[in-house]
């Protein structure tokens, strides 16, 4: 089993996406262990603790910079043995964590990676404020700054010509982030992903 651990923050709304895997039993050989959050009484806490899943917070207002906040939850993944974590809307910087844990750190962004990269604001607002008529969303291994590294998966979505910013994020959430989310961690737990420099390789799935 795949010791997992998610950091979220806010309302959890991409962590909702391993919890109903956990619960429709999705995930082949993952555990979810525990959820960390960097604020108490986020709504992300609420639907662990909901789901039955030990939920904690390391709060960054109690350490004197943010090097030893994410030391201190690099500290608490390793004290769980934890082997993989999955980012859902984590908005605290990683710090030490991605060196502590390379190609070990799954997250989703909401844009067909590099599109927006080095932009400043939301890549939503920016695809509408662009004038695409296509987007979507990438699941990623973070690289050693917590940024997106390696591509896992990618997945396109239309947008619609009354879309708003509010629309597309939750068109793009349900129909492109969650499943994108869940198939690479399940991809992960089946041991069918290897990281070559910036490329994923994915192997097919063995034949029973």
Not at 23 to 46: D, S
Not at 132 to 158: H, K, M, N, P
Request: with cysteine.
């Amino acid at each position: 089993m795949v010791r997992t651990a998610v950091l979220a923050s806010g309302d959890g709304a991409r962590l909702q996406a391993i919890l109903d895997a956990v619960y429709f039993n999705e995930i082949p050989n993952f555990e979810l262990v525990t959820v960390i959050c960097p604020q108490r009484g986020c709504y992300a806490m609420t639907r662990a603790l909901s789901a039955g899943i030990p939920a904690y917070v390391v709060d960054p207002e109690l350490f004197p910079n943010m090097t030893s906040h994410s030391m201190a939850v690099a500290n608490k993944l390793k004290d769980m043995d934890i082997e993989l974590v999955v980012l859902a809307g984590y908005d605290v910087p990683l710090g030490v964590v991605p060196y502590q844990f390379k190609n070990r750190i799954i997250g989703t962004y909401s844009a067909l990676y590099p599109a927006f990269n080095e932009a400043e604001g939301d890549p939503v607002a920016l695809a509408l404020e662009s004038g695409l008529r296509v987007t979507g969303a990438t699941a990623y291994f973070s690289d050693g700054d917590g940024r997106v590294g390696a591509v896992i998966l990618q997945r396109s979505l239309e947008i619609a010509p009354d879309d708003t910013v509010e629309s597309l994020s939750a068109r793009l959430m349900e129909e492109c982030e969650w499943p994108l989310l869940s198939e690479a961690v399940s991809l992960y737990c089946s041991g069918r992903l290897s990281v070559r420099g910036r490329r994923v390789e994915i192997r097919p799935a063995e034949e029973d």
